[in-house]
């Protein structure tokens, strides 16, 4: 491959708190002394630099990446290379992008050995490859010859992750990056239970973590969490919910739940919808009438109405006047509407919620992390939503270098496979046999990467610091920086 001018920055500015002879590769990133495993500059030089990247490359011009690579990961990215030129255009679904044995794997005993699971062939081979990329990405940021990843294909199947697993634990892997689905994970655990592994998983299905499951995916708690205790710091303390008739749905109403109870706030209302309804269906505008309680606010107006027109003083014929040009009256009884949907869908329900009367001037609309879409800014029922969400500015950083390397721009759960191979790319550094154990993925310090800070508890669940994100008339715009430590937001 060509060389590349690239500043590694994303591994040269690390501490590892909280682990026994803390690895300082050179600064500490902040009070909080979480690892950063990665956001910066993007690796490569670019023609026209934004002006938070200018200032890096001056002191990178001439910083060429000159020590030698090892030859798994060379060969690795000569694969990587010759797919560059077909990025863009849909994968063969039964091969995978990136060989899955690179060549000249060493058996030297201080080896150490990351497995990864992931769809690479089949339906889902397009996104098991993104998150392969990534995590090839990160391997080179740390040019550890002493670090092995080796990819495995679940095809996507629970059957697919048993038999990867198997491969993966009989080639010595210390540790488990990966699978993708919960069914995949919920398939592999007793086989790394039997082989005291722990997991690192894509998926976001909390009913699979703990007990060496740790979900690196972006899960609906996190961000309700998050979006709940800024709305609270706001002064809002009566929120509704409208959702579909999903698992999904199902999960961000119990988030709401929980962090109501946990804050003191008002779960004023409920309503859920089907998730297979028809657009423009009859069913989803009733939907809107009833969460908006029109039909008893257009009742209160009518009566208003009736009683004005008895009376004849000129304040009365005002009010009349001004009346008349409405259909309701009295605000809705929540201050904040959370909508757990996205897409069309959630394009198709926020002018119809407008059109009953929840003003988005009056009432906080609030969304999930499926808000996370340019595309909604045109809808102007949408513009000044909340969100909660990965900071953009790293987010940006992500998939800037990401393209620079592969030629295209992958989707934003890419940026997981990099977070979590950094992550154990940096404890196999470590000294001792227990690199991977529970007391170290369990730091209370914990670590932070492109998608932000992130710690696992117990339950395996990652706490995460998220920002607060707005939907504009034009673009995305951050409302709050995501924290860099976890102290308590609320005290």
């Given at each position: 491959?060509?060389?590349?001018?690239?500043?590694?920055?994303?591994?040269?500015?690390?501490?590892?708190?909280?682990?026994?002879?803390?690895?300082?590769?050179?600064?500490?990133?902040?009070?909080?002394?979480?690892?950063?495993?990665?956001?910066?500059?993007?690796?490569?030089?670019?023609?026209?630099?934004?002006?938070?990247?200018?200032?890096?490359?001056?002191?990178?011009?001439?910083?060429?990446?000159?020590?030698?690579?090892?030859?798994?990961?060379?060969?690795?990215?000569?694969?990587?290379?010759?797919?560059?030129?077909?990025?863009?255009?849909?994968?063969?679904?039964?091969?995978?992008?990136?060989?899955?044995?690179?060549?000249?794997?060493?058996?030297?005993?201080?080896?150490?050995?990351?497995?990864?699971?992931?769809?690479?062939?089949?339906?889902?081979?397009?996104?098991?490859?993104?998150?392969?990329?990534?995590?090839?990405?990160?391997?080179?940021?740390?040019?550890?010859?002493?670090?092995?990843?080796?990819?495995?294909?679940?095809?996507?199947?629970?059957?697919?992750?048993?038999?990867?697993?198997?491969?993966?634990?009989?080639?010595?892997?210390?540790?488990?990056?990966?699978?993708?689905?919960?069914?995949?994970?919920?398939?592999?655990?007793?086989?790394?239970?039997?082989?005291?592994?722990?997991?690192?998983?894509?998926?976001?299905?909390?009913?699979?973590?703990?007990?060496?499951?740790?979900?690196?995916?972006?899960?609906?708690?996190?961000?309700?969490?998050?979006?709940?205790?800024?709305?609270?710091?706001?002064?809002?303390?009566?929120?509704?919910?409208?959702?579909?008739?999903?698992?999904?749905?199902?999960?961000?109403?119990?988030?709401?739940?929980?962090?109501s109870a946990r804050l003191g706030l008002e779960l004023d209302r409920v309503m859920r919808y089907p998730a297979d309804l028809a657009p423009g269906s009859e069913e989803l505008q009733q939907v809107a009438k009833d969460i908006a309680n029109y039909d008893a606010r257009?009742?209160?107006?009518?009566?208003?109405?009736?009683?004005?027109?008895?009376?004849?003083?000129?304040?009365?014929?005002?009010?009349?006047?001004?009346?008349?040009?409405?259909?309701?009256?009295?605000?809705?009884?929540?201050?904040?509407?959370?909508?757990?949907?996205?897409?069309?869908?959630?394009?198709?329900?926020?002018?119809?919620?407008?059109?009953?009367?929840?003003?988005?001037?009056?009432?906080?609309?609030?969304?999930?992390?499926?808000?996370?879409?340019?595309?909604?800014?045109?809808?102007?029922?949408?513009?000044?939503?909340?969100?909660?969400?990965?900071?953009?500015e790293k987010t940006r950083q992500f998939l800037e270098r990401f393209n620079t390397l592969y030629n295209y721009v992958p989707p934003r759960i890419a940026s997981l496979a990099y977070d979590a191979t950094a992550l154990t790319g940096l404890l196999a550094l470590e000294?001792?046999?227990?690199?991977?154990?529970?007391?170290?993925?369990?730091?209370?310090?914990?670590?932070?990467?492109?998608?932000?800070?992130?710690?696992?508890?117990?339950?395996?669940?990652?706490?995460?610091?998220?920002?607060?994100?707005?939907?504009?008339?034009?673009?995305?715009?951050?409302?709050?920086?995501?924290?860099?430590?976890?102290?308590?937001?609320?005290?």
């Amino acid at each position: 491959m060509q060389a590349i001018k690239t500043d590694i920055s994303p591994f040269s500015r690390i501490r590892l708190a909280g682990l026994a002879g803390s690895l300082i590769l050179a600064l500490s990133l902040s009070a909080c002394q979480t690892p950063n495993l990665g956001g910066n500059t993007p690796a490569a030089k670019t023609d026209t630099p934004t002006p938070s990247e200018s200032n890096t490359q001056k002191q990178s011009e001439t910083s060429v990446l000159a020590a030698p690579r090892p030859s798994e990961k060379e060969a690795a990215e000569k694969l990587l290379q010759q797919r560059q030129a077909d990025a863009d255009t849909a994968p063969v679904l039964n091969q995978p992008a990136i060989s899955l044995r690179p060549p000249s794997f060493s058996e030297d005993e201080q080896t150490v050995r990351m497995a990864i699971l992931l769809p690479l062939t089949g339906p889902h081979a397009r996104i098991g490859n993104d998150l392969l990329r990534a995590a090839y990405m990160a391997l080179f940021d740390h040019n550890n010859k002493k670090l092995h990843l080796l990819p495995y294909d679940t095809a996507g199947t629970p059957e697919g992750a048993k038999k990867a697993a198997l491969e993966a634990t009989g080639e010595g892997a210390e540790i488990i990056l990966g699978p993708l689905f919960s069914t995949s994970v919920q398939a592999i655990r007793l086989i790394a239970e039997a082989n005291n592994l722990n997991i690192l998983a894509f998926s976001t299905d909390t009913s699979v973590a703990g007990n060496g499951v740790y979900l690196m995916g972006m899960t609906a708690g996190q961000q309700v969490d998050r979006i709940m205790n800024y709305s609270y710091r706001q002064g809002l303390a009566r929120f509704a919910v409208l959702a579909p008739q999903t698992p999904y749905g199902d999960t961000v109403i119990n988030d709401v739940r929980q962090a109501s109870a946990r804050l003191g706030l008002e779960l004023d209302r409920v309503m859920r919808y089907p998730a297979d309804l028809a657009p423009g269906s009859e069913e989803l505008q009733q939907v809107a009438k009833d969460i908006a309680n029109y039909d008893a606010r257009n009742w209160q107006l009518k009566q208003e109405i009736k009683r004005l027109k008895e009376k004849s003083d000129a304040a009365s014929k005002a009010r009349l006047k001004q009346l008349s040009k409405r259909d309701t009256l009295g605000p809705v009884s929540f201050d904040a509407l959370i909508i757990p949907e996205g897409g069309q869908r959630l394009r198709e329900l926020a002018p119809l919620l407008s059109y009953y009367d929840i003003d988005p001037t009056e009432v906080q609309f609030i969304g999930t992390g499926l808000w996370a879409d340019r595309s909604l800014t045109t809808e102007p029922a949408l513009v000044g939503g909340w969100f909660a969400a990965p900071g953009p500015e790293k987010t940006r950083q992500f998939l800037e270098r990401f393209n620079t390397l592969y030629n295209y721009v992958p989707p934003r759960i890419a940026s997981l496979a990099y977070d979590a191979t950094a992550l154990t790319g940096l404890l196999a550094l470590e000294e001792g046999e227990n690199k991977f154990s529970r007391d170290i993925l369990e730091s209370r310090d914990g670590f932070s990467g492109y998608n932000g800070i992130f710690r696992f508890p117990i339950s395996g669940i990652a706490e995460r610091g998220l920002s607060v994100m707005q939907v504009g008339q034009q673009d995305l715009e951050l409302l709050e920086e995501a924290p860099e430590s976890f102290d308590a937001l609320i005290n």
